[in-house]
């Protein structure tokens, strides 16, 4: 759960800064090849313009290059360790419910949260996709709207070569009321696909 909130609430602190762009430690995507993990898997940067690729502590950013006043879009891959095993469909599952969606319960900032979770077969592992839509009172860069859109989706899934691993895909937009964004969206979404899993031997 501490991986998590702490991505979400990295994504709050970048998505309140309006300038300088890009952030220390980001630089222009150049290089669309596939980033491969010591856990089995790999995925593919998000493709278009206008992203910035920036390394951490078991994770890789892509922040996308926007007007921050209408709109603030990162994807991430990272990997973390659960201190229980998963071994069902049941257990990702559960995992998303009380360690993703209850991170956001907090009613005096984000009201009017839908969320949804279903199973993923079309990979080899133990999957799930998760959306949470949510409005965001406290965000930092109002500029003067009552609330931001904020949306996180993602694809968390359990290793193949160890079951207390998990790899997560997500990307999370912090937009104005009403904005429409679909070809960024679907830049968002190519990446969460694009996650395959080929062993540690691949």
């Not at 409005?135 to 904020?150: C, S």
């Not at 979404?189 to 062993?199: A, D, H, T």
Request: overall charge neutral.
């Amino acid at each position: 759960m501490k991986v998590i909130v702490f991505l979400y609430g990295f994504f709050v602190a970048m998505a309140c800064q309006a300038s300088p762009f890009p952030p220390d430690g980001f630089s222009e995507l150049k290089d669309s090849e596939p980033r491969v993990s010591s856990l089995g898997f790999s995925f593919v940067p998000p493709s278009g313009e206008k992203w910035f690729e920036g390394f951490g502590p078991k994770k890789i950013m892509y922040l996308k290059q926007t007007n921050p006043v209408d709109l603030s879009f990162i994807a991430i891959a990272t990997e973390m360790k659960v201190e229980k095993p998963v071994s069902s469909q049941k257990d990702l599952l559960d995992y998303v419910k009380s360690n993703i969606f209850d991170s956001s319960k907090k009613p005096s900032r984000y009201k009017n949260i839908v969320d949804t979770v279903e199973i993923e077969n079309s990979t080899d592992s133990y999957c799930v996709i998760y959306k949470q839509v949510m409005e965001d009172h406290k965000a930092k860069n109002l500029n003067g709207n009552k609330y931001l859109i904020l949306t996180n989706k993602g694809m968390l899934c359990v290793s193949l070569e160890n079951s207390q691993n998990l790899v997560l895909l997500f990307y999370s937009a912090r937009a104005t009321p009403n904005l429409n964004f679909p070809f960024i969206v679907k830049e968002g979404e190519e990446f969460i696909k694009s996650l395959k899993f080929i062993g540690t031997s691949g």
